[in-house]
């Protein structure tokens, strides 16, 4: 069965240090999105991206963050500047688009800033 | 205008009893309303959606309850299992399709 997959799994980082997270969405789905999940709280939305833009952004994601799909496989999530705030896990998810609204998440990574 | 309220935040059943668990919203216009399970270590993972023009949707052990004059809906495990144990996220679906999460409830089914 087509799944997302995410890596790495864990991503440990200096506080000011540049990370990258990468996603592979399942192969037919056009709609993307990062989600990220701090300890013990709610899943919040970062960013939806369609057509090669950005399609919606939430407050959270702000001049520190981009998403790139650079090649027609890889959905990355760019953290230019680490805060200690940013510690949390990322998921990324993906729909077809084409009919229902079901998003399909991966398993995350997850993000520590030192 | 773009929150779900959900409750309780944790829950602990006895195996074979009925989980139930409660989200509140407050803009009509949301249409699509989900739930979703997420165990450690994993992502979210849609376990059953309803849409606000019926009043319940069953799928096995699992059932979601909508009332849409009070703008609630609600989860019901029956014959709750350990293998349910895991966090419950209901969700609605905001502009662009993004997923709007309530604030989870960690479900712990006792053997």
């Known amino acids: 069965e087509p799944e997302v997959t995410q890596t790495p799994s864990h991503q440990v980082t200096q506080m000011g240090q540049e990370v990258i997270l990468r996603c592979v969405p399942i192969s037919n789905h056009l709609y993307f999105y990062w989600y990220r999940q701090i300890l013990g709280q709610k899943v919040e939305f970062l960013v939806s991206?369609?057509?090669?833009?950005?399609?919606?952004k939430s407050e959270i994601f702000d001049d520190q963050f981009s998403v790139e799909r650079p090649d027609g496989s890889n959905f990355t999530l760019k953290i230019r500047s680490t805060k200690l705030e940013d510690s949390a896990m990322y998921f990324c998810?993906?729909?077809?688009?084409?009919?229902?609204?079901?998003?399909?998440f991966g398993p995350g990574t997850r993000l520590t800033v030192l | 205008q773009q929150q779900v309220k959900q409750s309780p935040q944790s829950l602990i059943v006895q195996k074979g009893g009925i989980s139930i668990i409660n989200c509140a919203y407050e803009n009509t216009a949301f249409d699509y309303f989900p739930w979703y399970q997420q165990f450690p270590g994993k992502g979210p993972a849609l376990l059953i959606a309803?849409?606000?023009?019926?009043s319940e949707k069953k799928e096995g052990r699992f059932t979601i309850s909508f009332n849409k004059s009070a703008k609630q809906f609600s989860l019901h495990i029956m014959d709750s299992q350990p293998g349910d144990s895991a966090t419950y996220f209901c969700a609605t679906l905001g502009s662009a399709s993004k997923i709007i999460f309530g604030s989870g409830t960690r479900l712990s089914i006792r053997p």
């Open positions: 998810a993906s729909r077809t688009g084409l009919q229902g609204n079901e998003q399909f």
């Open positions: 991206f369609y057509n090669n833009e950005i399609s919606e």
């Open positions: 309803i849409r606000p023009d019926v």
